[in-house]
């Protein structure tokens, strides 16, 4: 079954196409947004494939220029997988993004939301809005050790802190410990003291520290005695 699953949803293009649709449907144009590298054939290739396949939905209205995809059930069922994928990758081949990589806020939110959750970090309830201008609006929820992203179209005004951040900033600023810098360029923090440093207390855990290296095994000890056998 894994081979089976595999020939459906193995594709590097296509597990990214499910992860940028559990947020929501989206459109073609918010898809290669999100989805650096990707050219516009290769997209719709891989969405017609997961449409076939019954992993996606693509919904079209009379008279609407604009097509929007969803996933289905089945598609759906693909995110705890897609976590476990990321909290490999956050644990063994994880490295800062590149000055000019594209990174999306909803996808280093979302990284930080999930490696929260699973290290069960309890900052007791918190809101953390976050503005990316030109981008969108995401709400980090904490409710003890449990954990939520979601959009915030309205712009939550609850909330306990508010970053406003350029996309580059917001990525640096994540993913550089232990060194976070509240005041570089691009990024603003507000919020009373102790709620920022609840949040800066809390982000420790993200990325995680990669795995040690194993210890070389240790040589062996005393005299090697040779087998009499192999000398006959």
């Known amino acids: 079954m894994l081979a089976k699953t595999l020939e459906r ?11 940028d649709l559990m947020y929501g449907p989206k459109r073609f144009t918010d898809l290669m947004d999100r989805m650096a590298g990707i050219t ?3 997209l719709t290739r891989r969405l017609r494939d997961l449409e ?22 089945a598609g759906e069922d693909l995110q705890s997988a897609l976590d476990e994928l990321l909290l ?3 644990r063994n081949v994880a490295e800062r993004p590149r000055p000019d990589e594209p990174v999306h806020p909803e996808h280093v939110l979302h990284a930080l939301q999930v490696q929260l959750q699973r290290e ?11 503005h990316v201008p030109g981008t969108g609006n995401y709400l980090l929820i904490g409710d003890g050790p449990r954990w939520v992203l979601q959009s915030d179209d309205g712009g939550d005004t609850t909330a306990d ?18 060194v976070r810098d509240q ?7 507000t919020g009373k003291a102790s709620a920022i440093r609840a949040l800066f207390k809390a982000i420790e855990v993200f990325p995680p520290s990669p795995p040690s290296p194993l210890p070389p095994s240790p040589a062996p000890r005393g005299r090697v005695v040779p087998d009499k056998r192999e000398s006959k």
């Open 9 to 19: 949803v193995g594709d590097r293009w296509s597990l990214l196409v499910a992860r």
């Open 40 to 42: 516009p054939k290769s």
């Open 52 to 73: 076939a396949d019954g992993l996606v939905a693509v919904d079209r209205e009379v008279g609407r220029r604009e097509v929007w995809y969803r996933l289905t059930p």
């Open 88 to 90: 490999w990758g956050l």
């Open 120 to 130: 069960g970090v309890n900052a007791g309830t918190v809101r953390w809005a976050v």
């Open 161 to 178: 802190v508010t970053i406003t951040a350029t996309r580059s900033a917001l990525a640096r600023f994540l993913t550089t410990p232990p």
């Open 183 to 189: 005041h570089s360029e691009g990024l603003e923090i």
